[in-house]
C-alpha cells in the first residue's frame, strides 16, 4: 500500500516540485564545479543528470531503492549500485566530488551518512550539496517542529527541521561555500546549497 502511495502519488508529486525550473537552477549552481571521480547519493530520477558540467562523462550513483526508469537523457555513463548512504561500500578516498541533492532529509542516519561521505572523499576532494532544512526563523523553525510528525507520515520519511548547516559541520566537514533560498512555502522550501570539504584540507 506505502508502495503504491509511493509510486503514484508521492514521487510525481516529488518530481514536479523538485524538478522545476527555479530548483534546477540551484542544481546547476551547486554542481557548476563538479570534477573528477564523482559519487551521487540519494540519485532518485537523476534530476541532477542535466545539471553537471559537460567535463562529467562517468559517474556511480547510489540509493536505497532500484533505479527508476526511465531518467533524463545526458551522455553520463552510471555506474548505479543499491545501498544505504550510511554504509557505502567503497574504499576510503575513492571519490574527488561527493553529489547529494535533497536526500538527508530523509536519510535516517543523517551523522553516520555524512562521516560516510568524509571518509569517501579524497583528500582535498569536495561534497557538493542541495537540501532543505530548518528554517533560521524561530517561529517558521517551531512550527517545523510542529508539523514535522505528520509531513514526516505524508512524506515517505522526509523530515523538514533538520539543521542541514549545522549537520553538516559537525561530522568532519568545513563549508567552503554555503548559500540559502527560498523556493516554496516558508515551512519546506527554505534551500540550503554549498560545497563543504574534508576538516583540515585548504578551502
Ligand atoms: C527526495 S529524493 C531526491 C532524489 C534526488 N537526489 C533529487 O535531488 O531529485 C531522496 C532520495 O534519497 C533516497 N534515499 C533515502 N534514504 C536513503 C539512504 N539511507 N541511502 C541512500 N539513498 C537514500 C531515496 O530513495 C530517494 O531516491
Not at 14 to 39: D, F, I, K, P
Not at 51 to 72: E, F, K, V, W
Not at 141 to 149: R, S
Request: net charge positive; glycine share 8%; hydrophobic share 40%.
Amino acid at each position: 500500500m506505502q508502495n503504491l502511495y509511493w509510486k503514484i502519488l508521492f514521487q510525481p508529486l516529488m518530481n514536479r516540485r523538485l524538478g522545476n525550473e527555479s530548483v534546477q537552477r540551484l542544481r546547476r549552481e551547486v554542481l557548476a564545479q563538479v570534477y573528477g571521480e564523482v559519487l551521487e547519493i540519494g540519485f532518485g530520477s537523476g534530476l541532477n543528470l542535466a545539471c553537471y558540467p559537460p567535463g562529467i562523462r562517468s559517474m556511480n550513483a547510489i540509493d536505497i531503492l532500484p533505479l527508476q526508469t526511465p531518467h533524463p537523457a545526458s551522455g553520463i555513463r552510471i555506474q548505479y549500485q543499491i545501498m544505504s548512504a550510511e554504509k557505502l561500500a567503497f574504499p576510503d578516498a575513492s571519490f574527488d566530488s561527493v553529489v547529494r541533492t535533497f536526500t538527508l532529509c530523509s536519510i535516517p542516519d543523517a551523522e553516520s551518512a555524512l562521516r560516510e561521505i568524509t571518509r569517501v572523499l579524497k583528500p582535498q576532494g569536495r561534497f557538493f550539496f542541495l537540501e532543505h532544512g530548518k528554517s533560521q526563523n524561530r517561529c517558521i523553525a517551531a512550527l517545523q517542529n510542529l508539523l514535522n510528525p505528520f509531513y514526516n507520515i505524508l512524506a515517505c520519511g522526509c523530515n523538514i527541521n533538520r539543521d542541514m548547516l549545522k549537520i553538516i559541520a559537525a561530522c568532519g566537514l568545513t563549508l567552503q561555500t554555503s548559500k540559502v533560498d527560498q523556493c516554496g512555502l516558508p515551512f519546506s522550501g527554505l534551500y540550503f546549497s554549498g560545497i563543504a570539504v574534508k576538516k583540515g584540507d585548504p578551502c
